[in-house]
Every structure is written in C-alpha cells, then in structure tokens.
C-alpha cells in the first residue's frame, strides 16, 4: 500500500475530507485481497489429496514418515512429507488421532 494511502486514511480517521477516496478504497481492498489466489490453489491443492492421505490412516498408528512412504507414488509431484504433516496437524486434526510418543503417530479418528 502507498504510504499516500495511509495519509490519506489517517486524515479521514481526523474527520477531514479526502478528495481520493475511491482511489483509497481500491488500494484497501486489493491489500486486503492480496495473495487470494495462492491461497485458493494451496487449498484446492490440500482438498485433491485429502482422501489419498486419509485412506493412508487405518487403526493401526503409524508415524508421517511412513504415511508418506505408503501414500508418496499417489500424490502430486511435489508434494512432500512436510506437507502430508501440515494437513495431518492442521487441516484434517478431527479426523485424525493423535497418539503423542517420539516420534508422534497418528491413525483415523
């Protein structure tokens, strides 16, 4: 954002007139806007392998390095171990057990 934005902002928030304030709105929704498509394709990408990385989980825990070795030739080119981690922790969590230990394993919930 330019920093004529922020002037200008600042002088609306002190009750005074601004004579670009269209030009302002379009500078606040693009920030806010920003990076909207990469964040759309990483979750698309996420919800493609969804299921390949559930349906590597069973009742039997396993650690993500061996989820990855079972599900690897499944997935994306590109798609590594730390993302297959990434969506175990954070995106796919109620579907998974945690089972804590060193190293952590993980099976379906």
Same mark, same amino acid.
């Given at each position: 954002?330019?920093?004529? $934005?922020? =002037?200008?902002?600042? @002088?609306?928030?002190?009750?005074?007139?601004?004579?670009? =304030?269209?030009?302002?709105?379009? %500078?606040?929704?693009?920030?806010?806007?920003?990076?909207?498509?990469?964040?759309?394709?990483?979750?698309?990408?996420?919800?493609?392998?969804?299921?390949?990385?559930?349906?590597?989980? @069973?009742? $039997?825990?396993? $650690?993500?390095?061996?989820?990855? %070795?079972? =599900?690897?030739?499944?997935?994306?080119?590109?798609? @590594?171990?730390?993302?297959?981690?990434?969506?175990?922790?954070?995106?796919?969590?109620?579907?998974?057990?945690? =089972?804590?230990? @060193?190293?952590? $394993?993980?099976?379906?919930?």
């Amino acid at each position: 954002m330019k920093k004529a $934005t922020l =002037i200008a902002m600042l @002088s609306v928030l002190n009750g005074e007139g601004v004579a670009n =304030i269209d030009t302002i709105r379009e %500078e606040i929704e693009a920030e806010l806007n920003r990076g909207a498509d990469k964040r759309a394709a990483k979750a698309a990408e996420y919800d493609a392998v969804r299921e390949t990385i559930l349906g590597g989980l @069973s009742d $039997t825990p396993v $650690t993500i390095a061996e989820l990855y %070795e079972s =599900i690897k030739d499944e997935l994306p080119e590109g798609f @590594s171990r730390n993302k297959v981690q990434y969506a175990i922790v954070n995106l796919y969590k109620d579907e998974v057990e945690k =089972i804590s230990g @060193s190293p952590n $394993t993980y099976k379906r919930a």
